[in-house]
């Protein structure tokens, strides 16, 4: 080899040593600075709760602090469109639940519900459990279609567009049943209006609805996920009796805004889904009645779109409106 020859590969060598080195000052390891959770509910309930557990076995995990921040209102719009509008570089992440998949059939809004967003992972889902009054004819599922048939009957929600509004929806939807839709300001209000006679039944959050299950105050009759509830194991679910898919539940799901680099994503879902099975969050999820999911990015991408469009043909079917 002649010496300009390997002058100039001694040159292309060093030179490239200093651009990696370059690269490596640049762009140092994910992550490097604190990282925001927005929650796109107010303090104290239960995806609120969720996550600050979450945020401390989350912080040892990836060596940074982890920061909640609540952001409510407007369906969970507010904290959506602040995310979305966020540097895609993975130290904002939101928090959201049933609202950010029913809201594109429902509202206009400042955000693209599927492309302005990459999935992380889908956190841990609970379900809703139809109660209804100790003395009610209804005692089952069958009970409630035959008698919703005859005479017409009225049902509770936590509001338009909200889970459990839409898992009536979509029981009236597969049954083909009619019932008069009565929404409240959250759960409490409806299970107080329930046990006073005012609405026929309430596919309630388990949460709310459980104590007063177990102190006879309510009656259940089935919950909404596919799978049976480790709170009420007792129940059969919606899925049993219909024989058709029906899988809707009160579920956390953590998203970044578009364009967040799949290293960065998978670091996060990773350390997200180990952080979930810490004692810490097992508890405070088996009080609420959720199950851990802890599933992939491209697993929780696929569940907000089947999601979306799930959402999308209930609305239209039974015209619902805001």
Known sequence: MNMDRRRFLQTAVAGGAMATGFRSYAEPAFPSRPITMVVAYSPGGGTDTLTRALSKPLAKALGQSVVVENKAGASEIIASEYVAGAKPDGYTLLVCSVPHVTNPSLRTLPYDTVNDFSAVCLAAQSPFVLVVKPDSPIKSLADLVTIAKTRK???????????????????????????????YKGTGPGLVDLMGGHVDIYF????????????????????????????????????????KPFDVSAWTGILAPAGTPDNVLNTLS???NSSLRDDSVTSVMATYGAEIVANSPAEFRRFINNEVNKWAEVIKATNIKV
Do not use: W
């Open 270 to 272: 990773k350390s997200i």
């Open 204 to 243: 309630a959050n388990i949460v709310g609805a459980a104590p007063l299950v177990k102190s006879g105050k309510l009656r259940a009759i089935a919950v909404t996920t596919e799978k049976r509830s480790s709170l009420l194991p007792e129940l059969p679910t919606v899925q049993e009796f219909t024989k």
């Open 153 to 183: 009957l009225s049902f509770a929600s936590s509001g338009i567009g909200t889970a459990d509004h839409m898992s009536t929806e979509l029981f009236c939807y597969i049954t083909g049943i009619s019932m008069t839709h009565v929404p």
